[in-house]
């Protein structure tokens, strides 16, 4: 059984920073493009970051750029997303996804397995 499994997610005032980690189970993990996914109440997810599998690139949401950092550890089955200087608007269920054969990272409809999501809230 697959599972990716989202932590780190919390309450947090403006212009600080929360890391938010993705362990993976119940698959291959280094053959799998990861992306990080935001949902807030009343839109639609949206793509947040990127990496391929072997490290090598990124890719991010202008929205996040200079701010979020994705990073993956393939011998621990983690990926990782370090987020600073939070704005209120970063606030969202933030999701963890892993793609198999898709190119389209930013696309949320081509990732084959999802965690559960976890909550960043930030305040101003």
């Known amino acids: 059984q697959v599972q990716l499994v989202e932590s780190g997610g919390g309450l947090v005032q403006a212009g600080g920073s929360l890391r938010l980690s993705c362990a993976a189970s119940?698959?291959?993990?280094?053959?799998?493009?990861m992306g990080w996914f935001r949902q807030a109440p009343g839109k639609e997810r949206e793509f947040v970051a990127a990496?391929?599998?072997?490290?090598?690139?990124?890719y991010y949401a202008d929205s996040v750029k200079g701010r979020f950092t994705i990073s993956r550890d393939n011998a621990k089955k983690t990926v990782y997303l370090q987020m600073n200087s939070l704005k209120p608007e970063d606030t969202a269920v933030y999701y963890c996804?892993?793609?198999?054969?898709?190119?389209?990272?930013?696309?949320?409809?081509?990732?084959?397995?999802w965690g559960q999501g976890t909550q960043v809230t930030v305040s101003s």
């Open positions: 119940g698959l291959t993990f280094s053959r799998y493009t």
């Open positions: 990496i391929t599998w072997s490290g090598g690139s990124t």
């Open positions: 996804a892993a793609d198999l054969y898709s190119g389209s990272y930013y696309d949320p409809t081509t990732y084959d397995y």
